[in-house]
């Protein structure tokens, strides 16, 4: 397995704490922790956006949720295919890029049916539960572009 810093650094920590574990879980394992590190990152990237939409310029929570969501979504597709997933293998880039938007667009309508019921029905923070639905999104991110966008 090619190592880049970050993999470096994962397998001295298993080393130190004596983890022993199989090749094909350490992969698993430090994917899994770069996708953290990038849906941090779009994440960050979101809720800031989201905030100044909503804020600044005073757009509704669904459209600045939305805004948000397109932007960071943007920033994810980059980050995920140069440093998260294998997608050198059977699938054209434009086909994976056309994934990447359906299962984003589905996890904006995620976002956008957990903000709704979270504000408008549970009458919660936009702010709590646009982590509430960062959270879930991120897991069906993770498994939908495991699933189809690696070799």
């Known amino acids: 397995m090619k190592e880049d810093f970050l993999g470096k650094i994962f397998n001295k920590c298993l080393k130190i704490f004596h983890i022993n574990i199989s090749e094909k879980t350490e992969k698993l394992l430090l994917q899994i922790f770069k996708f953290v590190i990038v849906g941090g990152t779009a994440f960050a990237i979101d809720y800031v956006t989201l905030i100044i939409c909503k804020e600044v310029f005073h757009l509704n929570t669904l459209i600045s949720a939305a805004i948000g969501f397109i932007v960071s979504t943007v920033v994810n597709y980059i980050l995920s295919v140069k440093w998260v997933f294998d997608v050198s293998g059977k699938h054209s880039g434009k086909r994976n890029f056309i994934v990447f938007i359906i299962f984003s667009l589905m996890g904006l ?31 069906f991110n993770f498994v939908t572009r495991k699933i189809f966008l690696e070799k």
């Open 109 to 139: 309508g995620l976002t956008e049916l957990i903000m709704w019921f979270g504000e408008d029905i549970l009458k919660i923070s936009y702010l709590i539960i646009k982590i509430i639905s960062a959270i879930i999104v991120m897991v």
